[in-house]
């Protein structure tokens, strides 16, 4: 049987003369407020802002270049030479994280990704085979290599898919490219010394030239500050590995 009961509802926020008696004998909870839609306030155009150091760093490089032609730049100078400041500074920081990892590469992108490299990009490659135990400790320093020296592109590529009919007993082998030519080769493990480390590997390759760049020195770092940087670590490290076996021999006691 059909339901033919309603229920009717007042306006919202009116109240009929027996609520109000009811409310005021405590029979009934207090009237909600009447519903009031906040005021309306128009968005300022951004052209209406005030301009300044927040809102330069606020933009894009996209933003910041098309702001050369601004109009309000030109009156002011302090504004304009912040705006080229900041532009400069975020296309550095691009520079910075240029790479910061090893990249695997097959024959067909050894000329675009090694010999067509920018010239001021050092490039090592390093031709591997899987289950080569020499193989994989040498990987093992370079990507750590890699992510410490983000603006030297490191790669990796079978030696097969590079140089037909290599010898496995050559592996592994390091090439050093700049500018498109081949600028140092390094055969087989024992070119890095009785223990394969990451700092033994940094101070070979940058015996002749400043193979290693980190990014934060600028595009023209010189071999000698590389090699200081390199050797600064070594140190840290071999004073870190004799306090660990210190501590070790002081726990076993």
């Known amino acids: 049987m059909a339901d033919y009961h309603f229920v009717y509802k007042d306006v919202e926020g009116a109240s009929t003369q027996w609520d109000d008696i009811q409310r005021k004998l405590g029979n009934l909870p207090p009237k909600p407020p009447a519903f009031k839609p906040p005021s309306f306030t128009p968005a300022q155009e951004e052209s209406s802002l005030p301009k300044d150091k927040s809102w330069i760093d606020d933009k894009t490089e996209e933003e910041l270049e098309d702001l050369q032609d601004d109009p309000d730049l030109d009156d002011d100078r302090f504004l304009e030479e912040y705006r080229k400041k900041r532009l400069a500074e975020i296309r550095e920081e691009a520079k910075i994280a240029r790479f910061g990892s090893v990249i695997s590469i097959t024959g067909s992108d050894f000329v675009r990704e ?44 079978i030696s097969t898919d590079c140089i037909p009919n290599y010898p496995d007993r050559n592996l ?29 590997v940094a101070l ?50």
């Open 114 to 157: 090694v010999s067509q490299a920018p010239p001021d990009v050092w490039v090592v490659v390093i031709l591997y085979k899987e289950g080569i135990p020499e193989c994989a400790l040498l990987m093992q320093c370079l990507e750590e290599l890699a992510t410490r020296y983000s603006s030297t592109k490191f790669v990796k590529i």
């Open 204 to 253: 070979v390759l940058c015996q002749s030239d400043p193979v290693l760049n980190d990014g934060q020195s600028g595009g023209d770092m010189s071999r000698k500050a590389v090699l200081e940087g390199v050797r600064k670590r070594l140190i840290e490290k071999v004073v870190k590995d004799h306090e660990d076996d210190d501590n070790d021999g002081s726990s076993s006691d």
């Open 172 to 200: 592994p082998t390091l090439l050093v490219y700049n500018n498109g030519a081949v600028k140092a080769n390094y055969v087989g493990l024992y070119s890095f010394g009785r223990r394969c480390t990451p700092e033994g």
